[in-house]
Structures are given as structure tokens and as C-alpha cells.
């Protein structure tokens, strides 16, 4: 029998489940083709299940339910509180971008955005490896369907296409893992198999072999070099609204499962995954950077910019253990969480100003659709030049702190490697900081193309004007998020 404790741990992800298949078939009435009812109770909905997110966080209690299955703590309801708001924000940006478009026929946005925010709820909870495949799955696949929702367009059929057959190739190496993982210790209980792997009596071979196929799977899944090759396509293929979905939420869900699996699990094996994870590191940022300077879309800009800033985050996850040594492993881990956190708040913003430029028939994609924004919209142009510079770790500025604490966690482990790894991580972004400030100079210096004004609707400016702010904000005070991170962390390493 199901314990009380275990439907609380999970309150939440029934709220949204229940809601999600509410929602799904009450918008079968609704005939207002800017479906304001549905957007209005999914957004009721997302905020509802934010503030539980939030209670359950600022409670600080962890709960293992369902028979050890899901785990419900701090830094699980913190990245879930995160990524709904997050999913709420790249909503309030899609709703006139995917008016215009015909994307709003049905309600399918909202109800697969919500199925998909189910899948990271279940992912970020996942104790168990099935639970965490079974979240995972059902991520991708409601991001499949997102990726395909304009039917009538070629070039969002072949985003979703590739996406399709790249990310069944990356859950089988992910299923092949975790099952070599669960014939090596006989347990897919996370906490069991650190136990397991921990005693000492399981083949080191056999376990670094299903690591290798656990760690390209999470690679996969960041979107880092060599499993990339999905980004770029799927970024600039796919309409802006679902790019949106697609980039930002999903990171921290991402991240969450690499810190369940590599740290929950499979820790005593750190010296392993770690030397992975710094090659995968070395090659995204090398790669990232340099394949972004030769883009003239800037969707296709930002996706191998987002390989760049997933490599920063790998570098703060190799330096928890040092020498067998764990002490250094809150600060990095928490370095991580900091990094991923603002790195989704500042997509968020580039994202929706780009979505604010789309008009009907015409997708505000190029970097040379930029040119003269100052001009036309000071405001919007602000918050993109704000974004941009966040994204290059410009002082004082949130990317700026967010670099800071992946390299003071670097430096501060005393490995000559990780140092040698700290001052390559600058040289790359000094080279970065050219494609991002290239955007910045066409806003400002280039004469504008077209002489129409930048309007949009009330929710939207007001939501862009705070997620910009917070880029901002959180950059000259950013101890509050910092050690909001740290103690997730600490509390999580202690369970």
C-alpha cells in the first residue's frame, strides 16, 4: 500500500497531470482562435504549480516515496520551480507569434508545453532509472510533436525529422547505460547502485563501459560536442516559440539528471566521468565558439552558442572531486546550478525578443534583422544588448558571476589540469564575447531596413522588461541565488 507521504512528495506533478488532461479536452470548446481560455488556465495552472514547487522548497524536508522511486528536495523543487516559470515565460513570449502563424488551431502548444514541463518534473524527481527514462521520454516526445506543430512548413518537418532520429539514437545509448549499470549491480535504484559501485565488488571494467553509454546519452540530452549535431538544425529549423520550449526549460531538467545519475549514482566512479566530461568540455567550447563567429542566422548563432555555455557547465561539474576527495563538490556542483539557472534566464529574454520582431510572414531570424533596433525600439534593443553581454560574462552582469564561479571552482581545486582547463575556458570566451558584441554593434550602429515600430502586447512587454531587469539584477546581487544553489546542493549531497 502507498504511503501518504509518497502521493505528497508528488502533489505537484498531479496537479499538472490533472490539469494538462483538463485543459486538453475543455479546449475542444473553445472557439476564440487566440485561445484565451485555454492560455488562461494553463497560465493559472503553471503558476499554481510554480508556488507549490516553491513551498515544497523553502520546506526543505526530503521525502523518498513510491518505494524510494521519486525524491522530493530542495534542489529537485528549486530546478522544478525554475522550469515551470520558465515553460510560463516561453508562453506569455508564443502566444502572438504562434497567432500569426496558425499555431493556435488547436491547443496543442499549451497542453504539449505542459506535458513536456510533466516530463522534466518527472525527470528532475526520477530516483530510479526507469523513472527518469520514463520522464525523459516523455519529454522528447511531447518535444517532438511541439517541433512539428507548423504541419504545413518544410523546414520545421525536417527539424523535427532529425530531431526524431538523433534523439532515439541518444535514448537507446542512454537505455543501453543504465541497462549494463543494472546487470553490473543488479539494481535500478539510484541509491542502491552508489552502494553497489561504491563496495567495490562489482568489475570496474563492465561499469566504465555502461558509463561511457550513460554519459554520451546526458550528452546528448546538454547538447554537447559530438552530440550536437541536433542543435544548430533543430534551433533554426524549428518555429521560435517551440526553439524556446526546446532551450530553455529542458537545460535544467538535463541537468538535474546528470547530477541524479553521475553524482547520486555513480560518484565513487567520478574519476572516470569526469575525464569525460572534460574532453566533451574542451571540444564544445572550442567548437561552439568557433563554428558561431561564421553565423549570419542568429537562431543558428545562439544554438552553437549554447553548446559554448553547456561546456562551462560541464567544467564546474568535473571539479567536485578531486584526489578521491569530495570536499570541493558543493561549490562546483553548486557553480553548475548557478550557471544553468541564469544561463535559461537569459535565453529566455533573447529568445522572446527575437519572437517580438517576428511579424506574419516574416521570421526575425538574421543577425541583419537587427539593424537599427536602437532606432525603432530602445527598449527591446536594451534588453537584447543586456542578454547579449550576460551571455559573453560581461561585468556586472549575471553571465559575468556565472563564469566567475565555474572557474573559482576550477582554480580553487589546486589541480594544475584544472587550472590549464580555467584559462582555456577565457580564451574561448574572449572569443565568444566577438559574435555576441557583433549583435550589439548592428542594433546600435547599423541603419535600420525597415522603418515599422516594435509593438506587442501588455503581458509580453511587461514580462520581457522584468526578465531582462533580472539579467541585470541578479548580476550585481547575485548571493541570494548563489547560495540559494549551495545549500540545494549541500542538503542534496547529504541525502
Not at 553565423?295 to 571539479?319: C, D, E, H, W
Not at 570541493?328 to 529568445?351: E, P
Not at 527575437?354 to 525600439?377: P, V, Y
Request: charge should be neutral; charged fraction near 10%; include cysteine.
Amino acid at each position: 500500500m502507498i504511503d501518504k507521504l509518497s502521493w505528497i512528495a508528488v502533489y505537484p506533478e498531479i496537479v499538472l497531470l490533472g490539469m494538462a488532461c483538463l485543459i486538453a479536452m475543455a479546449d475542444l470548446f473553445v472557439t476564440n482562435p487566440r485561445r484565451t481560455a485555454t492560455y488562461a488556465l494553463t497560465m493559472a495552472t503553471l503558476a499554481l504549480v510554480a508556488l507549490l514547487h516553491g513551498l515544497y522548497a523553502l520546506g526543505g524536508q526530503t521525502i523518498y516515496a513510491f518505494g524510494n522511486m521519486v525524491v522530493s528536495d530542495a534542489m529537485g523543487n528549486w530546478l522544478k520551480c525554475f522550469t515551470t516559470i520558465a515553460v510560463m515565460v516561453t508562453l506569455v513570449y508564443a502566444r502572438p507569434y504562434a497567432q500569426v502563424r496558425d499555431m493556435l488551431r488547436g491547443g496543442e502548444l499549451f497542453t504539449l508545453g505542459m506535458f513536456s514541463l510533466l516530463g522534466m518534473s518527472v525527470m528532475i524527481s526520477g530516483n530510479n532509472f526507469l523513472v527518469i527514462y520514463l520522464g525523459l521520454e516523455l519529454l522528447t516526445l511531447s518535444s517532438y510533436a511541439l517541433v512539428a506543430l507548423r504541419r504545413d512548413n518544410a523546414t520545421a518537418t525536417e527539424a523535427a525529422m532529425k530531431y526524431f532520429v538523433l534523439g532515439a539514437m541518444a535514448s537507446g545509448f542512454l537505455l543501453y547505460g543504465l541497462s549494463m549499470m543494472y546487470g553490473a549491480t543488479g539494481t535500478l535504484d539510484v541509491n542502491a547502485v552508489f552502494k553497489a559501485v561504491a563496495s567495490g565488488q562489482v568489475k570496474h571494467q563492465v561499469l566504465v563501459f555502461g558509463l561511457v553509454f550513460v554519459v554520451a546519452g546526458l550528452a546528448f540530452k546538454l547538447g554537447v560536442v559530438p552530440f550536437h549535431m541536433w542543435i544548430p538544425d533543430v534551433y533554426q529549423g524549428a518555429p521560435t516559440a517551440i526553439t524556446l520550449l526546446v532551450a530553455g526549460a529542458p537545460k535544467l531538467a538535463a541537468f538535474a539528471i546528470v547530477i541524479r545519475l553521475l553524482v547520486e549514482g555513480f560518484l565513487p566512479l567520478a574519476f572516470d566521468w569526469q575525464q569525460m566530461l572534460g574532453v566533451l568540455a574542451v571540444a564544445s567550447l572550442f567548437l561552439g565558439n568557433l563554428a558561431a563567429i561564421a553565423q549570419t542566422n542568429l537562431k543558428r548563432m545562439l544554438a552553437f552558442s549554447t553548446i559554448s555555455q553547456m561546456g562551462f557547465v560541464l567544467l564546474g561539474l568535473m571539479a567536485g572531486v578531486v584526489n578521491g576527495n569530495v570536499l570541493s563538490a558543493a561549490n562546483a556542483y553548486s557553480s553548475s546550478m548557478f550557471y544553468i539557472v541564469t544561463y535559461v534566464l537569459t535565453t529566455l529574454a533573447t529568445f522572446g525578443v527575437i519572437m517580438l520582431l517576428a511579424r506574419e510572414g516574416f521570421e526575425s531570424e538574421e543577425i541583419s534583422d537587427f539593424a537599427g533596433l536602437n532606432q525603432r525600439s530602445p527598449l527591446y534593443a536594451g534588453v537584447m544588448a543586456v542578454c547579449m553581454f550576460s551571455l559573453a560574462g560581461i561585468p556586472p552582469l549575471v553571465g559575468f558571476y556565472a563564469k566567475l564561479a565555474v572557474l573559482q571552482a576550477l582554480v580553487s581545486s589546486g589541480q594544475t589540469s584544472y587550472l590549464a582547463l580555467a584559462v582555456f575556458a577565457v580564451m574561448m570566451s574572449l572569443i565568444g564575447a566577438f559574435y555576441y558584441l557583433r549583435v550589439v554593434k548592428v542594433m546600435y550602429f547599423d541603419n535600420p531596413i525597415t522603418a515599422t515600430t516594435v509593438s506587442a502586447p501588455l503581458d509580453v512587454r511587461a514580462v520581457l522588461s522584468i526578465n531582462g531587469a533580472l539579467v541585470l539584477i541578479l548580476g550585481i546581487v547575485p548571493g541570494g541565488l548563489m547560495s540559494l544553489c549551495a545549500n540545494s546542493i549541500v542538503q542534496m549531497l547529504k541525502t
